[in-house]
């Protein structure tokens, strides 16, 4: 079955930089669109961004130009660099393939 592992969350400064790593099993991760997720205390959960098999990405508005998503196929791992950063980035950040869903990574945003 599919597996997806994140890792790389923290805790950043506003204004800092996190770069997230998500590990998947089980697909043929070059030919699949991965996904990066969040979710806020008291929030849904909310899409991110996305990179298909083309590497042609999509991202949210609220993090347009400030967060690039990226695959290795190699490695089979998805990332999301996110650069500054804001107290409004902070959740949990879920790595996503078709109906998969990593554990998830926490990020807080705080000074």
């Known amino acids: 079955q599919v597996q997806l592992v994140e890792s790389g969350g923290g805790l950043v400064q506003p204004g800092g930089s996190l770069r997230l790593s998500c590990a998947a099993s089980?697909?043929?991760?070059?030919?699949?669109?991965m996904g990066w997720y969040r979710q806020a205390p008291g929030k849904q959960r909310e899409w991110v961004a996305s990179?298909?098999?083309?590497?042609?990405?999509k991202y949210a508005d609220s993090v347009q130009g400030r967060f690039t998503i990226s695959r290795d196929n190699v490695k089979n791992t998805v990332y999301l660099q996110m650069n500054s950063l804001k107290p409004e980035d902070t959740a949990v950040y879920y790595c996503?393939?078709?109906?998969?869903w990593g554990q998830g990574t926490q990020v807080t945003v705080s000074s």
């Open positions: 089980g697909l043929v991760f070059s030919l699949t669109t």
């Open positions: 990179i298909n098999s083309a590497s042609s990405t």
């Open positions: 996503n393939v078709l109906v998969s």
